[in-house]
């Protein structure tokens, strides 16, 4: 090994991979005595948690770890859904797409690697506080609206498939942190995919980063909230599911078309991706 990016190119590295993925998926749970390829309480596999590849800003090794380890996947389980875990930068296969980066070159293609068969939904990711760390929350809100706007257009129009919106926070170790400012930026969060789901397509829902208990201080990152200690937060978690909850139930409602296009019950929190299980970090 030269480097953590042969992570993607060894062919030992790639077994012990597969080797790991293969115990996880066909183990049988002790308690329930139903194997994890058959349990219907998970709803899906993330092959690994932000890939990145300084080796190769192309995206091509990746995308073609990806198309592997997505096959391999699916040769032991084809009853559950599968995602790459990426975050969403774009690569050589759409040029003029990197400009959405904001200068970022991670070494991942989001329209390729998605393109993949076997890949059955898109993610994307977005930590605006740290991507454009010292910049103004109106330069953060214009990012981000631009970043997930772009992300739902190529999912409907390109890859076809479902998206997402699968991290995003604002950290509390942020300089002027304060808790409107993260409800304010949640609210923008909640309110596009709320709004980009009800256009038809593809914006499947939003998982923000990242709920604790309390007594789990260790954990904390900057980005945890405990719910019992911030209720307009909690308030916008559980607008949003509810939200997102009741217009699932519209879906083939007649009246549906008619409605007014606004947020019925401000902004939350999308409950997708119950059950889901990361192979990698």
Not at 29 to 44: E, F, K, L, W
Not at 225 to 246: D, E, F, R, Y
Request: charged fraction near 20%.
């Amino acid at each position: 090994m030269n480097s953590e990016d042969d992570f993607y190119t060894h062919p030992v590295l790639k077994e012990y991979y597969k080797n790991h993925v293969k115990k996880i998926v066909t183990r049988v749970n002790t308690m329930t005595g139903i194997a994890y390829r058959d349990d219907s309480t998970i709803m899906a596999w993330e092959l690994m948690n932000e890939p990145r590849c300084n080796a190769d800003y192309s995206g091509k090794a990746v995308n073609g770890w990806v198309q592997e380890m997505a096959s391999f996947v699916k040769s032991l389980d084809k009853k559950h859904l599968l995602e790459i875990g990426m975050e969403g930068f774009y690569g050589d296969s759409m040029p003029e797409k990197k400009q959405v980066n904001h200068g970022f070159q991670v070494g991942t293609d989001f329209i390729s690697s998605h393109l993949v068969k076997e890949i059955d939904f898109a993610t994307i990711h977005a930590y605006t506080d740290q991507w454009l760390s010292g910049q103004s929350d109106d330069a953060q809100a214009a990012f981000m609206q631009t970043w997930m706007t772009s992300h739902w257009q190529d999912s409907r129009a390109i890859l076809k498939k479902p998206l997402v919106f699968a991290e995003f926070g604002k950290s509390s170790k942020d300089p002027g942190f304060n808790q409107n400012v993260r409800d304010t930026f949640m609210s923008l969060v909640y309110r596009n995919v709320y709004n980009f789901a009800k256009a038809g397509g593809t914006m499947g829902g939003s998982l923000v980063w990242q709920l604790v208990a309390e007594g789990m201080d260790d954990y904390d990152d900057g980005y945890s909230i405990v719910l019992a200690q911030n209720p307009s937060t909690a308030g916008l978690i559980s607008g949003q599911s509810h939200a997102m909850t009741t217009m699932a139930n519209l879906v083939n409602s007649p009246n549906l078309g008619n409605s007014s296009g606004h947020h019925p019950l401000g902004v939350g929190h999308h409950p997708l991706g119950m059950g889901h299980h990361r192979f990698g970090r």
